[in-house]
């Protein structure tokens, strides 16, 4: 898996051989990035469940300031400071329960990047705690299985896109 754009474009992450770790395909990171390249510039990320750290490493590249990382897992968390180390980059790395880590977090987002481990329950639970978290022209995008469907309230859903099995969801405040 390589970086696709902005300053780290090209290098190369270490390869993922977890079973745990679900990584987003390229052309789903591509097409997500892409969207949002005008947003990135000067934000403030919350990469939450990162598993490889692929998509927050991407939005570091892409001129985000800051991005925060927060996975349970501690080969996960590994994984993601290893792959930060590959490239260069210096970011917060969190061993933490993502609900645990919003309960305790004060801080706000301008993007939020929400990819859970697919029929884990987890949506249901996270969506509710983003709102406090998320900058009233702040963005949500929720990565799961295409025949998934969760009650994103109190987000407004303004955007959605396929990709195979795989969809991507864009959340607003309004």
Do not use: W
């Not at 892409?62 to 590959?86: C, H, P, Q, W, Y």
């Not at 709102?131 to 959605?160: A, W």
């Amino acid at each position: 898996m390589r970086i696709d754009a902005g300053k780290f474009k090209g290098r190369r992450l270490i390869e993922n051989k977890f079973e745990h770790i679900r990584p987003t395909t390229d052309k789903v990171r591509q097409a997500l990035f892409t969207k949002l390249q005008f947003f990135l510039p000067g934000s403030k990320v919350l990469d939450l469940f990162c598993g490889t750290g692929a998509l927050g490493i991407e939005a570091l590249s892409r001129g985000a300031s800051e991005v925060i990382f927060v996975d349970k897992d501690a080969r996960s968390s590994k994984m993601t400071r290893d792959n930060l180390k590959a490239i260069g980059a210096t970011a917060k790395v969190i061993k933490c329960d993502a609900l645990t880590y919003l309960d305790k977090c004060q801080e706000k987002f301008d993007l939020i990047l929400l990819d859970p481990p697919y029929k884990s329950g987890f949506y249901e639970k996270v969506i509710p705690k983003l709102y406090d978290k998320l900058e009233d022209d702040g963005v949500i995008v929720c990565e799961h299985d295409k025949k998934d469907t969760f009650n994103y309230s109190p987000f407004v859903v303004y955007d959605e896109k396929r990709y195979g099995n795989t969809m991507l969801t864009y959340l607003s405040k309004s």
